[in-house]
């Protein structure tokens, strides 16, 4: 026989199932797909090593490219100053230079990320009359 008491859990169990049920459904999902590019984006120490110059050090700004989600701009890089960008292609932890005119010269090359505050790249720089070979270490800052 059904008393007062038990009535009443029963109605409670009824509307707590259903809103326990509907707290759990509206979780947010795990974390969804991250763009690769953001582990790159901050202002990086270079140290570079130059066939033709030697070793030097500056800042490169590494910014997501607005015209394309599989890139990013590099500021600076190669020491010719911000206003000029260099365009790398991001796959995974890779960063690809395609070959392309880059404060008049012919730039390309590429890098890799190890762990999350360091980049490794070579590449080359040609103005015509010389290719410069350098390597790289970018260090976030």
């Keep these: 026989m059904m008393t007062k008491n038990s009535i009443s859990l029963g109605k409670i169990a009824l509307i ?7 707290a759990v ?10 763009d690769d590019r ?4 901050d202002v990086w120490h270079c140290v570079e090593q130059s066939s033709q110059i030697g070793q030097t050090q500056y800042d490169v700004h ?8 599989t890139q990013v701009l590099m500021e600076n890089f190669y020491n010719v ?10 796959s995974g932890s890779n960063l690809t230079l395609a070959s392309q005119t880059y404060n008049g010269s012919q730039l390309q090359g590429s890098g890799s990320m190890n762990g999350n505050n360091s980049i490794n790249m070579s590449y080359t720089v040609n103005d015509g009359s010389a290719i410069d070979t350098c390597t790289s270490v970018l260090t976030r800052q």
Excluded: H, R, W
């Design 25 to 34: 459904a509206c979780q947010p999902d795990e974390a969804g797909p991250t």
């Design 16 to 22: 707590i199932l259903p809103i326990t049920f509907f």
């Design 81 to 90: 100053g911000f206003s000029f960008k260099a365009v790398a292609t991001v």
């Design 38 to 41: 953001d582990k790159f984006v």
């Design 62 to 69: 590494i910014n997501l490219s607005s015209t394309s989600t």
